[in-house]
């Protein structure tokens, strides 16, 4: 990935994506992407949110995404994040040479009640995967990926210093 995934974004950060993905839009176009995706964020201040466990690609700490400041405080908010119990956070560093490299975000999900599902993300769309046996393949190179990553006190640990870098 080449942003911070949309739950872990603060507003000045998504907004800042949105526009630079969306140059053509109009001002209420923006608002309302923007808006939806700080929306979205709700669902881990729920009573019984889900558990948010994100592998995250080194890169997306470097890129000033809307500028130094910005990504000052995307940087506080992510280590924040990873202090919270509502997510583990693990960075996956550029050293990391034998991590699978799939060709874009994934997202497994696994339900109390019902079968796991995977969703996929491409160019502006997004498709849920159901069927068992791909499913399966998604959440086993998850997990490849999550073995390379750095654990999560490491992963603060480098926030941290990118952040002290700016």
Excluded at 131 to 159: F, Y
Aim: contains cysteine; glycine residues 6%; proline residues 8%.
């Amino acid at each position: 990935m080449r942003v911070v995934p949309g739950l872990l974004q603060t507003l000045p950060y998504a907004a800042a994506v949105i526009r630079s993905w969306k140059p053509f839009a109009t001002e209420a176009e923006l608002a309302r992407d923007i808006e939806a995706r700080i929306e979205r964020q709700e669902i881990l201040n729920r009573d019984d949110p889900p558990q948010l466990w994100v592998v995250l690609a080194e890169g997306p700490l470097h890129q000033l995404t809307g500028g130094k400041a910005v990504m000052r405080a995307q940087l506080d908010h992510l280590v924040m994040m990873a202090e919270s119990p509502k997510c583990v956070l693990q960075v996956l560093p550029f050293a990391a040479t034998d991590a699978p490299a799939p060709p874009g975000p994934a997202t497994l999900f696994d339900f109390r009640d019902s079968r796991p599902a995977a969703y996929l993300e491409g160019w502006g769309a997004g498709w849920v995967v159901e069927e068992e046996k791909q499913v399966a393949d998604i959440s086993s190179r998850i997990t490849m990926i999550k073995g390379c990553a750095l654990s999560p006190a490491e992963s603060r640990n480098l926030i941290t210093t990118i952040r002290g870098e700016l």
